[in-house]
């Protein structure tokens, strides 16, 4: 696997690669690399030729009071699942400016409407960010394909919006999400949590399930939000939201649910 540290080792790798024929996939990352990271490798080399993971702890995309600091960095043990995975390239910058050199100037892409509800209310400025720092990435490497995980489905949903308008020749693969045994999506930053608190957050994804059952059931919308959020509160889970929307984020009514089903289940805890 070849390393770049600046925009110029970057030039150069992609320079070598692109003469020979294939598909380049791109994974783009903030590392502290898991199996959910590791899947969307293995997706990349099932549909192209080279895959290129990056891994950048993006600053535009973290609040005032968020934890950019603290954000869990392990970059030797990354750089070797990578190898193990037999990714071709990994970008890993020495520094914000070889990603945006003028980084106190960057002009920020407004992420809308959807990019301020949902997680967006609660972290608001958080989809610009993402929006910014993936469209820099997409010019800088010019991929074929860029895959993002549904864990992150708000995130999945904008990026695609995104780059039907911004960069419309390129695929954009969406993998599915990966749940550690208890149900918990893996991510980052359940580093974060205790055995105890991991455990706690199974009940999320239990609550998930359960909505969606009673969905099945053609239980009223009302009701299904009123009995997640009891249970969820009898775990001593105070959701910041529950919300029923459809799988491309738009709200949910009576009518719709009579009609398409059409259901997304979404929940965010802090
Ligand atoms: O999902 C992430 O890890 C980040 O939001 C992304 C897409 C790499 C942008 O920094």
Known sequence: MIIARTRDDLNQTLQKFTQKPGK???????????????????LAKLNAKKTITTIFVNPLQFGKNEDFEKYPRSEEIDINKLRKEKCDILFIPINRHEVFPKFEEVKKIESGKLGNELCGKIRPGHFDGVLTVVNKIFDMIKPDIAIFGAKDYQQQILISEMSKILHPYLTILKAPIIRSKNGVALSS???????????LASNLFKCLENSVKLYNDNVLLNEIIENAQKFLISKKLNPDYFELRDNKLNNINENHFNGKKSFFKFCYIK
């Open 24 to 42: 380049l996939a791109l994974i783009p990352t903030m590392g502290n690399l898991h199996s959910g990271h590791l899947s969307l490798v293995r």
């Open 189 to 199: 930053r359940n580093n974060y949590l205790s055995e105890k608190e991991m455990n």
